[in-house]
T-cell receptor, first 111, second 115 residues
């Protein structure tokens, strides 16, 4: 399984765009990149998943360069409620594919 | 869609007793379920993977006789912590995938406190 590296923590202010970058140098050809959000004492919540280029949904965008050795989660106009831990994971997009969680990035959004 | 529930949400038990935690996929058939453990301020650690109708596969260092996992149906998996000790106190989270849902969907977690 590809190992991921993320910043331990980030601070931001309400209304700003936040970009969290994840390194996954040994990503395999069939690996997808998935981001999860976790609030204290809750299970992780799926945010977005992608394979290459750019993916956008109603809450975030995911940018993946051509070499796929990194990815960037972009949260537009964060609010206080976006304060959470964000995990980047890579793995095959197969039903039942297990996930290895790295340390995650603790995002603190300040007023 | 893709809702996963856990029961109970929190439990306190005495040392030496056993505790069962249920994980249910409410609106899809989960061919695979995963159990994680998370200590305060730490990341999730995979404990075991279970496929419906077969024995669970445990990660290295996880005692299979202590953490009993049963995945008897496509919507239910249970984790039983046997002879619990205070060091087993943790946040236990399950996830499920299957059918049209390739990504894992996580339950809300169960906080276990062993006194």
């Amino acid at each position: 399984l590809a190992k991921t590296t993320q910043p331990i923590s980030m601070d931001s202010y309400e209304g700003q765009e936040v970009n969290i970058t994840c390194s996954h140098n040994n990503i395999a050809t069939n690996d997808y990149i998935t981001w999860y959000q976790q609030f204290p004492s809750q299970g992780p919540r799926f945010i977005i998943q992608g394979y290459k280029t750019k993916v956008t949904n109603e809450v975030a965008s995911l940018f993946i360069p051509a070499d796929r050795k990194s990815s960037t989660l972009s949260l537009p106009r964060v609010s206080l409620s976006d304060t959470a831990v964000y995990y980047c994971l890579v793995g095959g997009n197969n039903a039942g594919n297990m996930l290895t969680f790295g340390g995650g990035t603790r995002l603190m959004v300040k007023p | 869609g893709a809702v996963v529930s856990q029961h109970p949400s929190w439990v306190i038990c005495k040392s030496g007793t056993s505790v069962k935690i249920e994980c249910r996929s409410l609106d899809f058939q989960a061919t695979t379920m995963f159990w994680y453990r998370q200590f305060p301020k730490q990341s999730l650690m995979l404990m075991a993977t279970s496929n419906e109708g077969s024995k669970a596969t445990y990660e290295q260092g996880v005692e299979k006789d202590k953490f009993l996992i049963n995945h008897a149906s496509l919507t239910l998996s249970t984790l039983t912590v046997t002879s619990a000790h205070p060091e087993d106190s943790s946040f236990y989270i399950c996830s499920a995938s299957g059918g049209d849902h390739y990504e894992q969907y996580f339950g809300p977690g169960t906080r276990l406190t062993v006194t």
